[in-house]
């Protein structure tokens, strides 16, 4: 196996000259059979396997505190599930689809044939960086594409280890590493690939989108924004609380579909934050001490954390402490509702990321669905509450990327559910099937048979052709 090199020097031509060698490589086997395809997802599970605890290691030592548990909750088993989960269904997501011809059509037959693109960039953030950037290589390489993998400068330690991991397990013109910060980034999303995987914030999507038009590279964008809860009248705020609570602090905050803030009817407030208070106890007995709660990734983003807080207060907003005291030197921060918070402070103008929970009243269900339609469209919405009506009506009035009702993340937790944005959080989708076909060409094949009743249109046109018209006319 060839070892996938650290961006030295110029990264712009390092990243040219190994796409061009996976191109190349691609050329010489456009469609890989299924066996083809199976070994890379083998040699891929084989490598989680082997890697699993030194990648813990590095992810636990990058954020500063991330226990192993919550890495193979989390990235891990999610993306071992889904190379199973490819390797179980690929042979029938390979089979070209026979397609029904329309009378004009007849006696030709048509097929659909799945093709891979070609070589697949897949840019990644740190939050999950496993799970993020091998959970879309699982659809680039079941769909028969070879892949570079750009992981983020925020986790440098996995970075590193993915790099010599990959190296072991796949030729360099079949997958590779590439290491770097915005600069190698901005490099890597401006190379002709024949398509990119990028997830990350909405800002840095906004570049992406624009570097890969110029190549008329085709992207998936898997952004981020507030994703609301809402918790209607009819929920029952015993269970509802704590699930919301796991969800809001798994990985403290620090989760793509996490809910961003909770709508809550204006009298309930009270109960809701005293269920809060219980269900951080039972869950996170201790923010410090037992390592289950995971470090904020950076001083900049605990700064920028505490600065959130502090405006909302200084706006006006009520800050209710959820737990303990957190832990600055470990970046452990203390998770905290706020109550009141002003819309014009950036705790509800911007994705907050962190385990801040804004707690916005709300008097009727209406004026709820008014909220969350007022704003950018989300990439998770959560809704809990036992009235079937309410449920309904919250579903067909809102758009957002994806929804559990009565729970929180799940529903990105099912390779079978298509995962992905809408609008500000992003557009295609990948997980299951659907990963499979955002990396492939669909081909459209029609084939004509022996005799074709389209001669009888070719000129010159004579009376035929007129009544062959007025045929088509009233029933094609
Ligand atoms: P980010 O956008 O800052 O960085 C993501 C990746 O983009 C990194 O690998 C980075 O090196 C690269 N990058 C930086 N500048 C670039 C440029 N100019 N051109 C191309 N690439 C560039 O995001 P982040 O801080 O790593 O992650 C947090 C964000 O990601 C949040 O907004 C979160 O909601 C979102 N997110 C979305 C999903 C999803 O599946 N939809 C999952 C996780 C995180």
Same mark, same amino acid.
């Given at each position: 196996m060839?070892?996938?090199?650290?961006?030295k020097?110029?990264?712009?031509?390092? *990243?040219?000259?190994?796409?061009?060698r996976?191109k190349?490589?691609?050329?010489?086997d456009?469609?890989?059979?299924?066996a083809?395809?199976?070994d890379?997802?083998d @040699?891929?599970?084989?490598?989680?396997?082997? %890697?699993?605890?030194?990648?813990?290691a590095?992810i636990?030592a990058?954020?500063?505190n991330?226990?192993?548990v919550s890495?193979?909750?989390?990235?891990?088993?999610?993306?071992?599930?889904?190379?199973?989960?490819?390797?179980r269904?690929?042979k029938? %997501?390979?089979?070209?689809?026979?397609?029904?011809?329309s009378?004009?059509?007849?006696?030709a037959?048509?097929?659909?044939i799945r093709?891979?693109?070609?070589?697949v960039?897949i840019?990644?953030?740190?939050?999950?960086?496993?799970?993020l950037?091998?959970?879309?290589?699982?659809?680039?390489?079941a769909?028969?594409? @070879?892949?570079?993998?750009k992981?983020?400068e925020?986790?440098?330690?996995?970075s590193?280890?993915?790099?010599?991991? !990959?190296?072991?397990?796949?030729a360099?013109?079949?997958?590779?590493?590439?290491?770097?910060?915005?600069?190698v980034?901005?490099?890597?999303?401006?190379?002709?690939?024949?398509?990119?995987?990028?997830?990350?914030?909405?800002?840095?999507?906004?570049?992406?989108?624009?570097?890969?038009?110029?190549?008329l590279?085709?992207?998936t964008?898997e952004?981020?924004?507030?994703?609301?809860?809402?918790?209607d009248r009819?929920?029952?705020f015993e269970?509802?609380v704590?699930?919301l609570? %796991?969800?809001?602090?798994?990985?403290?905050?620090q989760t793509?579909?996490?809910?961003?803030?909770?709508? !809550?009817?204006?009298? @309930?407030?009270?109960?809701f934050?005293?269920a809060?208070?219980?269900?951080?106890?039972?869950? &996170?007995?201790? *923010?410090?001490a037992?390592?289950?709660?995971?470090?904020?990734?950076?001083?900049r983003?605990?700064?920028?954390?505490?600065r959130?807080?502090?405006?909302?207060?200084?706006?006006?907003?009520?800050?209710?402490s959820?737990?303990g005291e957190?832990?600055p030197?470990r970046?452990?921060?203390?998770? !905290?509702?706020?109550?009141?918070?002003?819309?014009d402070?950036?705790?509800?103008q911007e994705e907050?990321?962190g385990p801040?929970l804004?707690?916005?009243?709300?008097?009727?269900?209406?004026?709820? *669905?008014? &909220?969350v339609?007022?704003?950018?469209?989300?990439?998770a919405? &959560?809704?809990?509450g036992t009235?079937?009506?309410?449920?309904?009506?919250?579903?067909?009035s809102?758009i957002?990327?994806?929804?559990t !009702?009565?729970?929180?993340i799940?529903?990105?937790?099912?390779d079978?559910l298509?995962?992905?944005?809408?609008?500000?959080?992003? &557009?295609?989708?990948y997980h299951?099937?659907?990963?499979f076909?955002?990396?492939?060409?669909?081909?459209?094949?029609l084939?004509?048979?022996?005799?074709?009743a389209?001669?009888?249109?070719?000129?010159?046109?004579?009376?035929l052709?007129?009544?062959l018209?007025?045929?088509l006319? @009233?029933?094609?």
């Amino acid at each position: 196996m060839d070892g996938s090199m650290p961006v030295k020097g110029n990264a712009a031509e390092m *990243i040219s000259d190994i796409l061009a060698r996976q191109k190349t490589a691609w050329a010489l086997d456009v469609t890989p059979e299924a066996a083809v395809r199976l070994d890379r997802l083998d @040699r891929l599970e084989r490598m989680i396997g082997a %890697w699993s605890e030194r990648f813990s290691a590095a992810i636990s030592a990058d954020f500063g505190n991330r226990s192993a548990v919550s890495t193979t909750l989390t990235d891990i088993v999610p993306t071992l599930a889904a190379i199973r989960h490819a390797r179980r269904h690929l042979k029938r %997501w390979m089979r070209p689809r026979r397609v029904g011809l329309s009378w004009t059509g007849w006696p030709a037959s048509a097929l659909l044939i799945r093709q891979p693109f070609g070589v697949v960039g897949i840019v990644a953030p740190w939050n999950y960086p496993l799970n993020l950037v091998l959970s879309p290589l699982v659809g680039a390489l079941a769909a028969g594409n @070879r892949a570079m993998l750009k992981p983020s400068e925020l986790t440098p330690g996995f970075s590193e280890a993915l790099r010599v991991a !990959v190296g072991e397990h796949f030729a360099e013109d079949e997958v590779a590493v590439i290491a770097g910060g915005p600069e190698v980034a901005a490099a890597f999303t401006a190379a002709p690939f024949d398509h990119l995987i990028f997830t990350g914030s909405t800002a840095v999507g906004r570049k992406v989108a624009e570097a890969a038009a110029k190549n008329l590279t085709p992207v998936t964008l898997e952004l981020g924004g507030k994703s609301p809860a809402i918790l209607d009248r009819s929920a029952d705020f015993e269970s509802a609380v704590p699930r919301l609570i %796991w969800g809001k602090l798994l990985n403290a905050g620090q989760t793509c579909v996490a809910p961003d803030y909770v709508l !809550v009817p204006r009298d @309930r407030i009270e109960v809701f934050l005293v269920a809060a208070k219980a269900a951080v106890a039972a869950q &996170y007995p201790t *923010i410090s001490a037992n390592g289950d709660y995971t470090s904020i990734i950076s001083e900049r983003h605990f700064e920028r954390l505490t600065r959130l807080v502090d405006e909302a207060r200084e706006k006006g907003a009520t800050v209710v402490s959820l737990a303990g005291e957190g832990d600055p030197e470990r970046r452990l921060f203390s998770p !905290v509702a706020v109550v009141g918070a002003p819309d014009d402070c950036t705790l509800m103008q911007e994705e907050i990321f962190g385990p801040i929970l804004p707690v916005v009243p709300y008097d009727t269900a209406d004026e709820a *669905i008014a &909220y969350v339609n007022g704003r950018d469209r989300p990439l998770a919405l &959560y809704w809990f509450g036992t009235d079937r009506v309410s449920e309904r009506k919250v579903l067909t009035s809102t758009i957002a990327g994806g929804v559990t !009702v009565n729970d929180t993340i799940l529903h990105l937790s099912q390779d079978d559910l298509p995962f992905g944005g809408v609008g500000a959080s992003g &557009y295609g989708a990948y997980h299951g099937e659907a990963g499979f076909l955002a990396l492939s060409k669909e081909k459209p094949v029609l084939r004509q048979a022996r005799w074709s009743a389209v001669t009888l249109l070719y000129p010159p046109y004579g009376r035929l052709a007129d009544w062959l018209l007025k045929l088509l006319s @009233r029933f094609a």
